[in-house]
């Protein structure tokens, strides 16, 4: 039986089927302004060089989604999309700060005037950003609307930090935003796409509705879901969904290229559907390694360990085995948090772990019908993936927090590619919209 409270929201449809405390929630709700949700890169700088031919620069953005961000900003500098770098993919709503580079010439960066955006500290370096390319992230996220009083919030505060501290971490879900926190989709698209269904994938993307979008944007869905209404779809489409424009503008010069309407998208959208399935599969493993009671923090034999590097980042590369001669010793690295216990993400080249979780792992993909073969996409390789594995607990550092009538502020730094969410739903337990 399980020692983890059961989540009872949307978050089980995505694979979050367990919290690390038992404790009830304080409620609320995240981003009800921009401002709610500040995040700061904690950044790998390249180093300045003169004569390098990439500008390196600070963006601070309120309320854009990143993949339209780069988008304007490359109509406004003519250059292709493909020459500006960026570390990570930061939350719309909100006050994000992140580095980023340009392979243009000083003047172009100039001509990047845009609401809501700012460019400073620039300089040039040889050496671009890429996906990656920084140590974590430092948050200052406000919750509003709690349905507790201010003392039993700060009870609650205190309880699940002493919680996640104990446990060196919490649950280390990929979050709400990898798959769409209105529309939850991402994962399903990508699902159709390593099944070979193409044309699934892109109807999926373009016409599936949800009750949280706008009555624009459901009007539009309405018209996408017959390919013979393009043309009106076209007309009504918000803003918003200007990768579906793009998608079916395609289509309709090229009916049945449907590989070719993916292959539209930006390479790092197209790689967020595979990767959305297989954060998906990674939830359900998670889940079902809570489900069966097996220790979080600790390691079991079978279980595959990665060591962290000085920044305290895991080192994928040099992934080793539990057995019965080593579990004192990965016991104490993994206390000291010099090492990671992993769960896999499933592709080309992953591997599978031995003993209970090796179990697990492989009921999981049996009952999914995938082999790593599946993560070979065919006409797509941007949606082909080899797989990694990806470490089960989250660590947490410098927490800090504030209580005010109605709400609370926390203040906190993770390691890169990990979410906030999925932190604040341990001490929120609010429904997935609220995320």
């Known amino acids: 039986m399980t020692m983890y409270r059961r989540c009872d929201t949307a978050e089980a449809d995505i694979g979050m089927r367990y919290y690390l405390t038992d404790t009830d929630g304080t409620g609320g709700r995240l981003k009800r302004e921009p401002e709610d949700f500040i995040v700061k890169e904690i950044s790998k700088h390249p180093d300045e060089k003169g004569d390098g031919r990439f500008i390196i620069a600070e963006v601070t953005s309120r309320n854009w989604e990143t993949n339209r961000l780069i988008r304007i900003m490359s109509r406004s500098m003519n250059i292709s999309r493909e020459r500006i770098g960026f570390a990570g993919t930061k939350d719309k709503r909100a006050v994000t700060t992140q580095l980023m580079s340009f392979e243009a010439p000083d003047e172009a960066l100039s001509k990047v005037d845009l609401k809501d955006v700012t460019v400073r500290n620039a300089y040039r370096s040889r050496r671009g950003v890429q996906i990656g390319d920084l140590i974590g992230n430092r948050f200052e996220i406000t919750v509003k609307d709690c349905l507790l009083s201010k003392d039993d919030t700060a009870y609650v505060i205190g309880s699940v930090t002493s919680s996640i501290k104990a446990s060196k971490g919490f649950p280390n879900y990929f979050g709400v935003q990898r798959f769409g926190a209105v529309r939850p989709v991402t994962h399903i698209v990508g699902e159709k796409i390593v099944r070979g269904d193409i044309k699934g994938a892109v109807d999926t993307y373009l016409s599936h509705p949800s009750e949280h979008e706008q009555q624009d944007t ?19 489409m918000p803003k918003t969904m200007s990768f579906e424009k793009t998608m079916a503008e395609h289509l309709m010069k090229h009916p049945d290229d449907d590989i070719g309407a993916i292959s539209k998208l930006p390479t790092n959208l197209q790689m967020m559907f595979t990767h959305a399935y297989q954060s998906y599969l990674f939830n359900l493993m998670l889940s079902r390694r809570m489900e069966h009671g097996i220790p979080l923090d600790r390691p079991a034999v079978g279980d595959v360990v990665i060591p962290a590097d000085a920044d305290r980042i895991p080192m994928h590369e040099r992934p080793a085995t539990v057995t019965e ?37 492989r009921s999981i993909i049996y009952e999914e019908k995938m082999t790593n073969d599946s993560f070979l996409v065919p006409g797509l390789p941007h949606c082909s993936s080899k797989g990694s ?12 927090s504030s209580v005010t009538d109605g709400g609370y502020t926390l203040r906190f730094s993770l390691p ?4 906030a969410t999925c932190l604040l739903r341990e001490y929120m337990k609010s429904d997935m919209i609220s995320y």
């Open 218 to 236: 459901k009007d539009a869905r309405e018209l996408l879901a017959d390919r013979s209404s393009f043309a009106d779809a076209l007309k009504v």
């Open 325 to 361: 001669k080593n579990i004192r010793l990965v016991e104490k690295q993994i206390r000291s948090g010099k090492a990671f216990i992993t769960i896999s993400l499933i592709g080309t080249e992953s591997t599978i772990a031995d003993g209970p979780m090796g179990d697990i792992e």
């Open 389 to 400: 594995r990806r470490e089960i607990l989250c660590p947490l550092t410098d927490i800090e």
């Open 416 to 419: 890169k590619g990990n979410y």
